[in-house]
């Protein structure tokens, strides 16, 4: 089924999210107490909820997103290309702007959004960061009254599993089994709240970011067993 999909009908993304404040004491006392509620059955005893607070970034009610690459596929004159643009910065409300590329390239039916684990963390938490800031809903994440088989989102977690519904393997394990090349990595995704915040090196977490949407690619080209990217098709514009 996945090598009938034409790949210029997928849009390829991946997300940095960080904590919405910087540390704990800049949050107001009652989302101090929202937060300490929100994550004790992750940090149990183990750690306060101050101390947990470097992980805050993975929920959509206390995190924001910093940065969102994208990647499509273009073929031209029997010519394979990968284009790759980031939006970024710390207005995550400007930054949400990305959306808008979706309503005009990327709206139609057969149209798909693919990512790692999307599913279950970046198309949620794009949607919920989108109604926070008071921002319409793309209609590529506006999920409420479609069938499972109408949701126009591609996940490569989710086609890795084959059906084992328990089973989770990260995008470096991935790259790793299916023989896909996996260039040396600056950061890891627990770094980048430090790199964000204290060494304020926006263009370290873009270079991993734009990276991950590669390698996402790279997943599907090879789930439909074709040739992988070359470092000449991809186009960083």
Not at 212 to 229: F, M, P, T
Request: charged fraction near 30%.
């Amino acid at each position: 089924m996945i090598r009938k999909l034409n790949l210029e009908h997928i849009l390829f993304l991946d997300i940095e999210t960080v904590p919405e404040e910087k540390n704990f004491n800049d949050l107001t006392e009652e989302k101090k107490k929202l937060w300490e509620e929100k994550s004790k059955y992750q940090r149990k005893e183990d750690f306060t909820p101050e101390e947990f607070y470097d992980r805050a970034g993975i929920w959509a009610e206390f995190g924001k997103i910093i940065c969102i690459s994208v990647g499509f596929f273009k073929f031209k004159n029997g010519v394979r290309t990968f284009r790759v643009t980031t939006f970024k910065g710390a207005e995550e409300k400007i930054l949400l702007d990305f959306s808008e590329l979706l309503e005009s390239h990327f709206y139609k039916p057969h149209h798909l959004l693919c990512a790692h684990n999307g599913k279950e963390f970046d198309f949620p938490y794009i949607a919920r960061r989108c109604m926070i800031h008071n921002l319409p809903l793309p209609g590529k994440l506006d999920l409420f009254g479609k069938k499972p088989w109408e949701v126009p989102h591609l996940d490569t977690l989710e086609l890795w599993k084959f059906g084992d519904y328990k089973h989770y393997t990260s995008l470096k394990l991935l790259t790793n089994v299916l023989g896909i090349p996996s260039p040396k990595e600056d950061i890891d995704g627990s770094e980048v709240r430090d790199v964000f915040y204290i060494d304020h090196g926006i263009g370290r977490i873009v270079n991993y970011c734009e990276k991950d949407v590669v390698a996402i690619a790279q997943v599907i080209l090879k789930l439909r067993q074709e040739s992988l990217l070359e470092e000449s098709e991809i186009i960083t514009v």
